[in-house]
């Protein structure tokens, strides 16, 4: 699908949306490969091994029936509605949206409960992203809602009045007169924007008609046409007509028409506001005697057998909704089958292909069969025996029920009757020693219910499996299947409860196995039971004996609560004679060291993250305190964080770095494929702040090593963004330094995307680098200088002044857009790694040439391999390049990192 172009709900049946030209290729494509792929004769079909199926009478004339089958590719749902057709106390008819109308979509458990239907199935296809309307024909109680799509591939289901159900392509045609005779084809009665086989729009050229069934709204100004013209008719008579306009009220005694192009032209030619119009239609097969209809897809079944081939195939295994008959046209069978994956990430249900449908609705007995729709659509609601509402029958496909358009329902025209029975109902398993609560619902001898009160019924169970407390039962200890029998004077329903017994449990199990808890906090442990036989069962925490080593904490109804000191221990729970731990360990989300000045320290966290304190890193001795930390989400777009933590002192104290601390961090290649960083979050600055780095392992295993300036929010994290490409530094002899350092955010090039690896820099420029690349701590004196030094420079020049790195000139003045000479960016380099003294002598051809006050510092940023030479000459006064600068400052970030 091409997002914001073309939707569709299933297989060919594609609505337009923005783009009719890619509709259109679609379109063509969907129906070649229909045209190859649609005939229903496949292999690898799935194969029972096992199938067990139960059946229950939901109304006079009705029955639900639940077939589970283990399969050769998983296990497998179906859930099938029978009804009587010739049973004159039932009724079958379409459930229309969640008034009526098609204005607004509804869960169909929840129109079974408000039509008071026994059951309900999903009907038709729908736009789900659009108008939520439908793409076939619909009836409801002998009137037509919507008609038939103009397609010869779209079968649908019809009932007459007199219950003769129909599986068919239905075929709409219509006319509209105006006063003066002339009249014109009618397309459509409230149908939505669909595509003709032609490829063509539903809406072009054709004339719709639109009552209160289809809203309150008429549709209006269509998205993709121009001219679209309206006639509002009220009693017989054209009241409005509008061009292009917004959507209007519908009338409760009129309707709308609607036209585009030819059909447009007709109304603005003879439909003058206070003339009167007519219109006829007829539906074929059925005409006036349709009952109830919904529109399907393709014909699955033909005769008992499958079609030659089917005209719409949606391929794969899904949740599936059928309707078919049986040969003597007596027996309707509503199909649902069900895909559904639990939580834990176990198929419940895997679903079927359209071809397994089609032979499963044949292997019980269907005659002929259309398919609904299906997927997330897929709903079943029915009422269980001696219940007033309709509850859901299947789980869907989807995570919740779908809001849907139609729906088949089934529906009891029975009189009240006399209480003829009562449906227990309660859990299915009990551990003995452990309860349950049963309930009685009332029925009649139609099957439908009847109310009684709760209080009136008394339970029981043959003497020795049990006792009840009002309506709950605990169960003995013996193993077994136990009969429990509901009683309202000679009225009596059973149920069945599988008792599990002390002699069939072979484990405890507690969950977590282990718990890691900070002090004060709580946590909810669950329980089960295994059996022998390999069968597990919850446990409520209430059943079970628990007990806590000491000071660990507290357990009530399985929930645990650490007490206030970092202790480990065990929580124990005895059940049948059976018993499980769980070792605790109680400990604050936090590691806490205490800086000695005069010794290195190191305080880690799950042997992952290590923050290192050299000797003199403090003045004093200083708590630290590092924590996990959960707060990331404002990283910069396209870095994905792997884990953070938070380092800082512990409160109340107030700690001054005289050198960066060193942060080793462990990570796997395998995760980190991009560019690893590590990032400490600015307070000042509001932002993630890359830190200087460098990275060591071998294999996949690898430790990234950055010297931090500076306590808070640190990050390990990939740096996933597209590295920084500039027109001009493909092939310069500086390309990969300035790479390495924009990609970085040290250094960044013009608007026009160049760098200018030529251009010189500034004092100014080179003290914003140099910080930047070795990311200095703000100052807490502001430097004073005479000349102004812009806004975007001060920070960085005032660290530099700070710490000695740069002075200004004697008339105090910084100078910042003065070039900066080799000679001076030897100094300041010099001045911020502390290089050590070099035992070489001055080796360049111009070394006289080198001033005074650099002639140090040029000899160690020489011995330390970070400025070099040219043929022979340093040329000490000559100024620095920007692509100079990058490749000084990438050694000047190498040495700085191999160097803590």
């Given at each position: 699908m091409f997002p914001g172009a073309i939707q569709y709900h299933k297989g060919g049946i594609l609505l337009r949306k923005n783009c009719p030209a890619v509709a259109r290729y679609l379109y063509f494509f969907l129906a070649v490969v229909a045209i190859c792929l649609l005939t229903p004769s496949w292999a690898g079909a799935y194969q029972v091994i096992s199938k067990t199926s139960g059946e229950e009478i939901i109304t006079q004339g009705a029955s639900l029936q639940t077939v589970q089958m283990k399969t050769d590719g998983g296990p497998l749902n179906v859930y099938i509605l029978k009804a009587d057709l010739s049973d004159p106390l039932l009724k079958i008819d379409t459930i229309i949206g969640s008034d009526g109308t098609l204005n607004k979509n509804q869960t169909v458990t929840e129109m079974a409960r408000r039509t008071g239907a026994v059951a309900?199935?999903?009907?038709?296809?729908?736009?789900?992203?659009?108008?939520?309307?439908?793409?076939?024909?619909?009836?409801?109680?002998?009137?037509?809602?919507?008609?038939?799509?103009?397609?010869?591939?779209?079968?649908?289901?019809?009932?007459?009045?007199?219950?003769?159900?129909?599986?068919?392509?239905?075929?709409?045609?219509?006319?509209?007169?105006?006063?003066?005779?002339?009249?014109?084809?009618?397309?459509?009665?409230?149908?939505?924007?669909?595509?003709?086989?032609?490829?063509?729009?539903?809406?072009?050229?054709?004339?719709?008609?639109?009552?209160?069934?289809w809203g309150t709204t008429s549709r209006g100004k269509l998205p993709d046409l121009t001219g679209v013209v309206e006639a509002v008719v009220q009693d017989g008579v054209v009241k409005q007509v509008l061009t292009d306009q917004p959507g209007v009220a519908i009338p409760a005694n009129g309707y709308i028409l609607q036209g585009h192009g030819q059909a447009a032209n007709f109304i603005k030619d003879n439909l003058q506001p206070g003339s009167a119009v007519s219109y006829t239609y007829t539906v074929e097969p059925g005409g006036g005697a349709l009952f109830a209809a919904v529109g399907g897809q393709a014909l699955l079944v033909q005769d008992g057998k499958l079609p030659?081939?089917?005209?719409?195939?949606?391929?794969?295994?899904?949740?599936?909704?059928?309707?078919?008959?049986s040969k003597d046209g007596n027996t309707l069978y509503l199909v649902a089958v069900e895909k559904y994956t639990d939580s834990?990430?176990?198929?419940?249900?895997?679903?079927?292909?359209?071809?397994?449908?089609?032979?499963?609705?044949?292997?019980?007995?269907?005659?002929?069969?259309?398919?609904?729709?299906?997927?997330?659509?897929?709903?079943?609601?029915?009422?269980?025996?001696?219940?007033?509402?309709?509850?859901?029958?299947?789980?869907?496909?989807?995570?919740?029920?779908?809001?849907?358009?139609?729906?088949?329902?089934?529906?009891?025209?029975?009189?009240?009757?006399?209480?003829?029975?009562l449906a227990v109902s309660g859990p299915g398993v009990l551990l003995a020693g452990t309860s349950g609560k049963f309930v009685a619902g009332g029925y009649d001898q139609y099957h439908n219910p009847v109310r009684i009160s709760a209080g009136s019924i008394s339970f029981s169970t043959p003497?020795?499996?049990?006792?009840?407390?009002?309506?709950?039962?605990?169960?003995?200890?013996?193993?077994?299947?136990?009969?429990?029998?509901?009683?309202?004077?000679?009225?009596?329903?059973?149920?069945?409860v599988r008792v599990i017994g002390p002699d069939m449990i072979s484990k405890l199990v507690i969950s977590p196995g282990t718990l890691e808890i900070e002090p004060g906090k709580s946590t909810q442990l669950s329980l089960q039971v295994k059996t022998y036989s390999g069968e597990t069962f919850d446990i409520k925490p209430v059943d079970v004996i628990w007990s806590v080593d000491g000071s660990v904490g507290q357990i009530v109804d399985g929930k645990f609560t650490a007490g206030q000191n970092a202790v480990t221990g065990?929580?124990?729970?005895?059940?049948?004679?059976?018993?499980?731990?769980?070792?605790?360990?109680?400990?604050?989300?936090?590691?806490?060291?205490?800086?000695?000045?005069?010794?290195?320290?190191?305080?880690?966290?799950?042997?992952?993250?290590?923050?290192?304190?050299?000797?003199?890193?403090?003045?004093?001795?200083?708590?630290?305190?590092?924590?996990?930390?959960?707060?990331?989400?404002?990283?910069?777009?396209?870095?994905y964080v792997l884990g953070a933590v938070n380092l800082k002192p512990v409160e109340g104290q107030e700690v001054t770095l005289n050198t960066p601390l060193l942060v080793n961090w462990l990570y796997s290649e395998d995760v980190l494929s991009h560019r690893p960083v590590i990032m400490l979050y600015d307070d000042n600055a509001e932002k993630w702040l890359e830190q200087p780095a460098r990275i060591a392992g071998n294999g996949t295993a690898r430790t990234i090593s950055a010297r931090v300036w500076g306590f808070g929010r640190l990050a390990l994290a990939d740096d996933q963004r597209p590295a920084p490409v500039f027109k001009d530094t493909a092939g310069h002899w500086a390309d990969s330094s300035i790479s390495k350092l924009a990609a970085s955010g040290v250094l960044a090039g013009f608007p026009d995307g160049t760098f200018l690896p030529g251009q010189p820099v500034t004092r100014a420029q080179f003290a914003h680098a140099l910080a930047a690349v070795l990311q200095w701590p703000a100052p807490e004196n502001p430097a004073n200088f005479k000349d102004n030094i812009p806004a975007w420079a001060?920070?960085?020049?005032?660290?530099?002044?700070?710490?000695?790195?740069?002075?200004?000139?004697?008339?105090?003045?910084?100078?910042?857009?003065?070039?900066?000479t080799r000679s001076e960016m030897a100094v300041m380099i010099d001045r911020a790694l502390?290089?050590?003294?070099?035992?070489?002598?001055?080796?360049?051809?111009?070394?006289?040439?080198?001033?005074?006050?650099?002639?140090?510092?040029?000899?160690?940023?020489?011995?330390?391999?970070?400025?070099?030479?040219?043929?022979?000459?340093?040329?000490?006064?000559?100024?620095?390049?920007r692509a100079e600068m990058a490749v000084a400052l990438a050694r000047v970030l190498n040495w700085w990192t191999e160097h803590p």
């Open positions: 309900a199935i999903n009907g038709d296809y729908f736009q789900m992203m659009e108008s939520g309307r439908t793409i076939g024909l619909a009836y409801q109680g002998g009137k037509l809602v919507e008609s038939p799509a103009r397609r010869n591939d779209m079968f649908g289901f019809g009932l007459t009045m007199d219950k003769a159900p129909l599986i068919e392509i239905f075929d709409f045609a219509g006319r509209v007169t105006a006063a003066n005779g002339e009249s014109f084809f009618l397309a459509g009665i409230n149908k939505p924007d669909y595509l003709l086989q032609s490829s063509v729009s539903s809406d072009v050229d054709a004339l719709n008609l639109y009552n209160t069934l030659a081939y089917f005209t719409q195939n949606i391929t794969g295994k899904h949740a599936r909704t059928a309707v078919g008959i834990g990430g176990t198929a419940v249900s895997v679903g079927m292909t359209q071809e397994e449908l089609a032979d499963f609705l044949i292997s019980i007995g269907v005659w002929r069969a259309v398919n609904l729709d299906g997927g997330g659509s897929t709903t079943l609601a029915a009422r269980n025996l001696g219940d007033f509402d309709a509850s859901l029958v299947n789980q869907p496909q989807g995570t919740t029920q779908r809001r849907v358009p139609d729906a088949l329902g089934i529906f009891s025209l029975a009189p009240p009757g006399t209480l003829a029975g003497p020795g499996t049990g006792n009840f407390r009002g309506s709950e039962f605990t169960a003995a200890g013996a193993s077994g299947d136990v009969t429990v029998t509901a009683s309202l004077g000679s009225v009596s329903g059973t149920a069945v065990l929580i124990t729970a005895t059940f049948q004679g059976l018993t499980a731990t769980v070792p605790v360990t109680v400990q604050p989300p936090w590691e806490e060291i205490l800086i000695d000045p005069l010794k290195e320290t190191s305080v880690s966290m799950d042997d992952w993250v290590e923050v290192r304190f050299s000797a003199g890193t403090t003045s004093g001795p200083a708590e630290i305190r590092l924590s996990r930390e959960s707060n990331f989400s404002d990283v910069p777009a396209g870095v001060r920070p960085a020049v005032e660290k530099a002044v700070s710490r000695g790195v740069v002075t200004g000139y004697p008339d105090g003045t910084y100078r910042p857009d003065a070039g900066i502390a290089l050590p003294a070099s035992d070489s002598k001055l080796t360049f051809l111009d070394r006289n040439n080198v001033p005074d006050f650099a002639l140090n510092a040029v000899g160690r940023t020489a011995g330390a391999g970070i400025l070099q030479g040219s043929e022979g000459y340093f040329n000490p006064t000559r100024g620095v390049s």
